[in-house]
């Protein structure tokens, strides 16, 4: 019904930068919010960014001044910039409060998620 597909992953050197994007589709009336996630080897996913409508924004503190969300209708992006090996993870988009029929209770989509390794 409703997807989200990210792209834009890859191998990166530390200090470099790399830009994501998700791209929702589907019969999507509206949409409360579209999140990052990332989870790297050995550790729990963890929210990264998070922007509701079109143009409010929140970051995690480890990634604040260096990544920026944002979104065009339905793509998302996230542009990583100075990255260091600990940004190394498989990067997840979300989208949450999907709506496609008016009216009718919302629901959370989770994309299959795109790598990102930061390293020399």
């Known amino acids: 019904q409703v997807q989200v597909v990210e792209s834009g992953g890859g191998l990166v050197q530390p200090g470099g930068s790399l830009k994501l994007s998700c791209s929702a589709s589907g019969p999507i009336v509206s949409m409360e919010s579209m999140s990052w996630y990332r989870q790297a080897p050995g550790k729990q996913r963890e929210l990264v960014a998070k922007?509701?409508?079109?143009?409010t924004d929140d970051y995690a503190d480890s990634v604040k001044g260096r990544f920026t969300v944002s979104r065009d209708n339905t793509i998302m992006y996230l542009q990583m910039n100075s990255l260091i090996p600990d940004d190394t993870a498989v990067y997840y988009c979300?989208?949450?409060?999907?709506?496609?029929?008016?009216?009718?209770?919302?629901?959370?989509?989770w994309g299959q998620g795109t790598l990102v390794i930061v390293s020399s």
């Open positions: 979300n989208a949450d409060g999907v709506m496609v029929v008016p009216g009718t209770n919302t629901f959370e989509v």
């Open positions: 922007i509701r409508g079109l143009d």
